[in-house]
């Protein structure tokens, strides 16, 4: 059992180190001399920026339309309420009147 712990902890341990030299990685800037290369990365930051714009201007749309739904069904519920509300008072009238 012992065994079996420690080669546990052994393999634990390299999982640990191996990300920790993914994030060491991650979070050092790559240094950029080369012109072309500079050019090919913000090319590609643009055309990442784009994507995500394109992806807003779709929800927003899509929000926009669900609005524009919901606004219609509570004008036509308005309008079936206020038309209930004066048909009761006009069978209240009657009743009344009776």
């Given at each position: 059992?012992?065994?079996?712990?420690?080669?546990?902890?052994?393999?634990?341990?390299?999982?640990?180190?191996?990300?920790e030299?993914?994030?060491?990685?991650?979070?050092k800037?790559?240094?950029?001399?080369?012109?072309?290369?500079?050019?090919?990365?913000?090319l590609?930051?643009?055309?990442?920026?784009?994507t995500?714009?394109?992806?807003?201007?779709?929800?927003?749309?899509?929000?926009?339309?669900?609005?524009?739904?919901?606004?219609?069904?509570?004008?036509?519920?308005?309008?079936?309420?206020?038309?209930?509300?004066?048909?009761?008072?006009?069978?209240?009238?009657?009743?009344?009147?009776?």
């Amino acid at each position: 059992m012992s065994k079996e712990n420690t080669a546990k902890n052994e393999t634990l341990q390299q999982a640990d180190a191996v990300s920790e030299t993914d994030n060491e990685k991650k979070a050092k800037p790559r240094v950029i001399s080369n012109p072309n290369e500079v050019a090919s990365l913000v090319l590609m930051q643009i055309d990442n920026v784009s994507t995500k714009k394109d992806e807003l201007t779709i929800a927003i749309k899509g929000l926009s339309d669900v609005s524009k739904q919901l606004v219609r069904a509570y004008g036509e519920n308005i309008k079936v309420i206020a038309s209930m509300q004066h048909r009761i008072k006009e069978l209240e009238d009657k009743q009344q009147a009776e």
